[in-house]
């Protein structure tokens, strides 16, 4: 049996190119090097996890180190297999007794998103699982928002569908799938599912142990983005106590580093007041990449040193 919400869940999210592989693959290493039996996932399709760690990961857990796994989750495995299953189990049920003007008003809208759903519940599983912590590498911000307020949409959509199935299927057919050998019709027992799914993220996702870091680079775009992912995860009940700014350029007498600088103040400024009552962590602009493990307990070093 799973056990629910034991691990610390941590979600990294921001704007793409922001570093949050990188602060999550940090994050991580430093739980994991303080004894803490930790997993870091990645959703984001670039599977940037296996380039950081200068080590093929995949959608296998692999062991970086004593108390450090990582995976990449196959977002289009999971897409397939689940399509598939639900698609059939949908059609089969609804398409092949309704007529070709009713079934455009059936809720197969929600199909698209339960692909997504399912991805949600892996993690839902690792968390419930032997970890300490699980760190997530969402992916950029549109698709994060998407994954926020899927839950939502999802109770919504089977309410409406589990409703129209009950409505428009003959009475005594019902009574007679419901009561009879054959037990619950298929598309009831999915729904019931889905339903049991939705539920228990959506207490993942609120439980006091989810904390959502926003990964934020000092310029316009990436604050705008952040304040949106702020405002759905507070939607959501998800709390939210740290920023992460990435790529400070430090004091240099070059012209160029002097203008970007004096940008970024302007742009700090803005952070301080929109997120000053949140801790705020700054990592200066290096000078070379963030791959193998020494890099990535350098940048920790820096991002975990206030």
């Known amino acids: 049996m799973v056990r629910k919400h034991k691990a610390r869940l941590i979600l990294c999210s921001g704007k793409g190119g922001t570093g949050k592989s990188t602060v999550a693959a940090a994050i991580a290493t430093h739980f994991s090097e303080n004894g803490q039996k930790t997993l870091l996932v990645s959703s984001d399709p670039t599977q940037s996890l296996s380039g950081i760690f200068n080590k093929r990961i995949g959608g296998e857990i692999t062991k970086l180190s ?182 400070i350029i430090t004091p240099c007498k070059c012209r160029f580093c002097e203008l970007k600088r004096r940008e970024q103040e302007q742009n700090m400024a803005r952070i301080h007041r929109e997120y000053g009552d949140l801790k705020i962590l700054t990592v200066p602009y290096l000078p070379y990449e963030i791959i193998t493990m020494n890099r990535i307990r350098e940048y920790a070093g820096k991002l975990f040193e206030e």
């Open 66 to 247: 004593k108390d450090l796994h990582a995976i990449e989750l196959d977002i289009e495995k999971i897409t397939k297999r689940v399509e598939q299953e639900y698609r059939k189990i949908f059609l089969d049920a609804l398409g092949s007794w309704l007529d070709e003007e009713l079934t455009k008003d059936l809720p197969l809208e929600m199909i698209s998103g339960v692909d997504e759903l399912f991805a949600l519940d892996k993690i839902r599983r690792f968390v419930g699982g032997d970890y300490n912590v699980v760190v997530w590498d969402t992916s950029p911000t549109a698709h994060t928002l998407r994954l926020l307020s899927l839950s939502k949409k999802m109770s919504a959509a089977m309410s409406h569908g589990l409703g129209l199935y009950m409505k428009l299927k003959h009475p005594l057919q019902t009574l007679r799938s419901w009561l009879g050998r054959k037990g619950e019709p298929k598309i009831v027992k999915a729904f019931k599912r889905l339903g049991k799914v939705t539920a228990e993220i959506e207490k993942m996702l609120a439980s006091g142990k989810t904390e959502l870091i926003l990964v934020l680079n000092p310029e316009r775009l990436s604050i705008n983005e952040g304040k949106q992912l702020r405002e759905a995860a507070e939607r959501y009940n998800i709390t939210i106590k740290r920023v992460v700014v990435n790529k």
